[in-house]
């Protein structure tokens, strides 16, 4: 390599990274990072180190939060929290208020948790039990009220009653 080339490697490597002209909420940009997050699966601290990682790469990144955990809390006072309700693997029940301490389906009696060969060996000692399936939901009545909260999107809302 040249020592022009090498001039030009490091002059773009000192590039700074320009910031878009469009401007994101950080509620939003934390919604869709939190997505990516589901999607893509990253753990917990991978996010984290993103988020740190976005702290310094943009002046204005003051205003992330520190960690998953710190984006997990702002999002639920938001209203934007999920409930898990645990699930047959064959989609048959919910183990969901009258059923929740069950332990077994009760449409095809399939068990409700993983089931290893340590737990066969060591049955007395407590052991976290891991639910088949997972199901997340995000509660309805919480996203209505979001709705309803302005004036601007409560008249789109109530454009049936209008006529």
Known sequence: MSPEQLCKEISQFDTLIVRSSTEVSRELFLATTGRLKTLSGWTDKSFTMLLELLKEAFPEGDTLPKSFYATRVLLKDLGLDHHKVD?????????????????????????????????????????????????????????????????????LMNWHAAG
């Open 87 to 155: 699930a047959c693997p064959k989609d048959c029940s919910l183990y969901w208020k009258d059923t929740g301490d069950r332990d077994n389906c009760i449409v095809c009696h399939h068990p409700r948790y993983k089931q290893f060969e340590k737990e066969k060996i060591e049955a007395k000692k407590k052991q976290k039990k891991i639910p088949h399936k997972i199901v997340r939901f995000f509660p309805l009545i919480p996203s209505l009220q979001r709705l309803f909260m302005t004036a601007e999107t409560a008249s």
